[in-house]
């Protein structure tokens, strides 16, 4: 699509295209939506038969977003991931309930 009569902004969105392009030559095959969910769960082993129906909606939205990347398609995915992710138990360590004590005290003050 070059050529001499190309304005600036057709300039830049080829520009744009091609560095896409360039981009994606160099992925790894498994930077996907459907490598990331996978990494997920193999990475969470709290997941069980309860999860399954989140499961099942993640890894659909996962194989639509690699095909078609959409702003609502990647809001529903992050919606569902979040929600996954938020029912995993709490780590030794996690100090949320100190946190929210302290915050409380703060208020109480």
């Known amino acids: 699509m070059s050529g001499a009569n190309q304005g600036p902004i057709d300039a830049l969105v080829d520009a744009q295209i091609d560095a896409d392009l360039d981009r994606k030559a160099t992925?790894?095959?498994?930077d996907s939506f459907v490598g990331a969910v996978r990494e997920f769960i193999d990475a969470s082993d709290w997941l069980g038969p309860q999860h399954k129906p989140?499961?099942?909606?993640l890894r659909a939205l996962a194989r639509q977003l690699d095909q078609r990347v959409t702003a609502a398609m990647v809001s529903q995915f992050g919606v569902a991931f979040r929600d996954l992710r938020?029912?995993?138990?709490?780590l030794d360590g996690?100090?949320?309930?100190?946190?929210?004590?302290?915050?409380?005290?703060?208020?109480n003050s």
């Open 27 to 30: 992925d790894d095959a498994d």
């Open 54 to 57: 989140a499961l099942v909606t």
């Open 86 to 90: 938020n029912q995993a138990p709490a």
């Open 94 to 107: 996690d100090d949320d309930d100190e946190v929210d004590g302290i915050l409380d005290e703060a208020r």
